[in-house]
C-alpha cells in the first residue's frame, strides 16, 4: 500500500528516512525549515551538510515548513530535535488530516516539562503517535545497510500498520507497546554516549567503555523501570541495540562531543563543531531535573551534566565514578 507521507525536519535522519519511505514507494514530501534549503534540495536531491554523499530519490518532494500543505498526509512523521517538536506538532495540528498516522523518530526529553516526543505530539494534535527508535544511523541507513527497530504505540493496530509500511528488505521493523520505555531508552542512550566520548576522549581503552556502558544500564534501568518501561524492553534493539551503536559507532555525534568534552571544548564549542543537534546535551539536563524530582541515583548522566555546568572535569567525573561507595553489583536501591 502507498501512502502520502509528510517528514517535518530534514536534517540526517528526516531525509534518511524519506529515502527509506520513497523507496518503499509512499509519495513522500519533506518539509524544510527554509525556502532556500527547499529549493536547494529540490535542485539537487543531495543534502551535503545532514547527509552527504546519499542521491535521494527524484520522487521526494521538498517544501518549506511555511508553504507546504499536509492535509492530504496520511503519515506525518517528525524529525525533528525534540526541543522542536512541540513547535512543529503544534504547526500540523490543524493542518493534518484528523485520521493520519504520527509518527515521532525524536530522542530526547524536552527540557522543562520532562516529556517524551510522542506525548508532546498527542498533547498538541490531540491524536495518537507512535514512536521509532533502534540502532538506526542515518548514515548507515541510508546506504541500505541492514539494520532493525522498533515501532512503539499503546495501539497495536497502528504499531502494525506502521510495521506494514516501513518494513523493507534492509530495514526490520519490531513492534511493541512499551511506548514509556521505548522513548525513555531512546533518550538516556544519547548521554551515556557523551560520557563514553569523555572516556574515549581521555585516552582509555575499551574496558573503560564497557563498564560505563554497563553500569549505565543499571542507572538507565532504575530510573526507567520508575517511570513504568517494562524490564524486556532494556534488553531490546530500543535499549542496549541502539546503546551499543551509539556508544561505540564513529557516526555518533554524542560520543564525539564527549570527545571534545574531554579535550576541553566548551558545550558551546561543542555544539558549533559537531554542527547538528547533539540530544544528549538537553537529555543531561532533562535527566538532571527527572532523577532529582524523583530521588533515583544517575552517577553517569549526573557526571555529564555536572561537566556541561562546569562544576566538574572530565577526570574529576572520573575520580567521582571510581570512588563511589562499594556495592552490590545487582543492589536493589
Ligand atoms: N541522525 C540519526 O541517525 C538519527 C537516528 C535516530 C534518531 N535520530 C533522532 O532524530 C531527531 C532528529 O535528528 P537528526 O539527526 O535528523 O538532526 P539534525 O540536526 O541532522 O537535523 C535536524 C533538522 O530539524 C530541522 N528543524 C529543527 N527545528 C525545526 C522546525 N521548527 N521546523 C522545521 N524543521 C526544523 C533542522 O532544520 C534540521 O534540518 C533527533 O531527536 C535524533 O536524536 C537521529
Redesign the pocket.
Known amino acids: 500500500m502507498s501512502l502520502e507521507a509528510t517528514v517535518?525536519?530534514?536534517?540526517?535522519?528526516?531525509?534518511?528516512f524519506a529515502r527509506l519511505l520513497a523507496n518503499r514507494g509512499h509519495r513522500v514530501q519533506v518539509?524544510?525549515?527554509t525556502t532556500v534549503?527547499a529549493a536547494q534540495l529540490t535542485a539537487t536531491h543531495e543534502n551535503p551538510h545532514?547527509l552527504p554523499g546519499v542521491a535521494l530519490p527524484p520522487e521526494i518532494r521538498f517544501v518549506a515548513?511555511g508553504d507546504a500543505d499536509v492535509s492530504t498526509a496520511e503519515l506525518v512523521v517528525y524529525?525533528?530535535?525534540?526541543q522542536?517538536v512541540r513547535?512543529?506538532s503544534r504547526?500540523a495540528a490543524p493542518r493534518r488530516a484528523a485520521g493520519s498516522l504520527q509518527l515521532s523518530?525524536?530522542?530526547?526529553y524536552e527540557l522543562r516539562t520532562l516529556k517524551r516526543?510522542t506525548q508532546i505530539i498527542e498533547e498538541e494534535t490531540g491524536s495518537p503517535a507512535a514512536a521509532l527508535?533502534g540502532p538506526?544511523?542515518?548514515?548507515e541507513?541510508s546506504k541500505d545497510m541492514p539494520s532493525a527497530t522498533v515501532i512503539a504505540a499503546a495501539d497495536e493496530a497502528m504499531a502494525v500498520a506502521l510495521q506494514a509500511a516501513i518494513t523493507s528488505d534492509t530495514f526490520r521493523v519490531y513492534t511493541n507497546d512499551d511506548v514509556v520505555g521505548v522513548e525513555f531508552c531512546?533518550a538516556v542512550k544519547?548521554p551515556i554516549a557523551v560520557a563514553v566520548g569523555m572516556s574515549d576522549g581521555l585516552g582509555f581503552g575499551d574496558n573503560s567503555r564497557a563498564s560505563l556502558i554497563t553500569r549505565s544500564v543499571a542507572e538507565m534501568t532504575r530510573l526507567g523501570m520508575i517511570q513504568g518501561a517494562h524490564i524486556a524492553t532494556f534488553t531490546g534493539l530500543a535499549g542496549i541495540g541502539d546503546l551499543i551503536a551509539t556508544c561505540t559507532s564513529r557516526?555518533s555525534r554524542n560520543r564525539l562531543a564527549g570527545e571534545l568534552l574531554a579535550k576541553g571544548a566548551s558545550p558551546a564549542e561543542v555544539q558549533r563543531q559537531v554542527g547538528?543537534?547533539v540530544?544528549g546535551i538537553p537529555t543531561a539536563y532533562a535527566l538532571h531535573d527527572l532523577a532529582g524530582r524523583l530521588g533515583i541515583e544517575m552517577p553517569v548522566t549526573e557526571n555529564v551534566y555536572q561537566v556541561l555546568e562546569g562544576l566538574r572535569t572530565p577526570q574529576e567525573c572520573v575520580a567521582d565514578l571510581m570512588g563511589r561507595a562499594p556495592k552490590k553489583e545487582r543492589h536493589e536501591e
Open positions: 517535518v525536519g530534514s536534517g540526517s535522519w528526516g531525509s534518511g518539509l524544510t525549515l534549503e545532514f515548513i524529525a525533528v530535535p525534540t522542536s513547535e512543529v504547526w523518530l525524536a530522542k530526547g516526543p527508535s538506526n544511523h542515518a548514515e541507513v531512546g544519547n557516526h547538528q543537534v540530544e
